[in-house]
């Protein structure tokens, strides 16, 4: 059971990112995914979540409207696409997976998580 992240990098404030992170089979297809963040010196915190079909998605305020989540599951990927970065934006994004979407969606309650990918927005 394996979850990797990857598309993090640098970028100008103002500009844009799309994270994926793969699965390691089918048995990801049917569990609810979500995205995480922990920037330097801070606790980990919620970011998106998506469940199993992709009818629902819930955001943390900071993210809403500038942060899209999205899955593909013929591919085993979902997706964060990161519009109009701003600098406390830079962390490390992790994916997370769990079976079912937990109640609240926000928690870090998630069975499974990736590694992290490093995501930094100058001014």
């Known amino acids: 059971v394996q979850l990797q992240a990857s598309g993090g990098g640098l970028v100008q404030a103002g500009g844009s990112l799309r994270l994926s992170c793969a699965d390691s089979?089918?048995?990801?297809?049917?569990?609810?995914k979500a995205w995480f963040r922990q920037a330097p010196g801070k606790e980990r915190e919620f970011v998106a979540a998506?469940?199993?079909?992709?009818?629902?998605?819930y955001y943390a305020d900071s993210v809403k409207g500038r942060f899209t989540i999205s899955r593909d599951n013929a591919k085993n990927t979902v997706y964060l696409q990161m519009n109009s970065l701003k600098p406390e934006d830079t962390a490390i994004y992790y994916c997370?997976?769990?079976?079912?979407?937990?109640?609240?969606?926000?928690?870090?309650?998630?069975?499974?998580w990736g590694q992290g990918t490093l995501v930094t927005v100058s001014s």
């Open positions: 089979g089918r048995t990801f297809t049917l569990y609810a």
């Open positions: 998506i469940n199993w079909s992709g009818s629902s998605t």
């Open positions: 997370a997976a769990h079976p079912g979407l937990p109640k609240p969606p926000s928690s870090s309650g998630y069975d499974y």
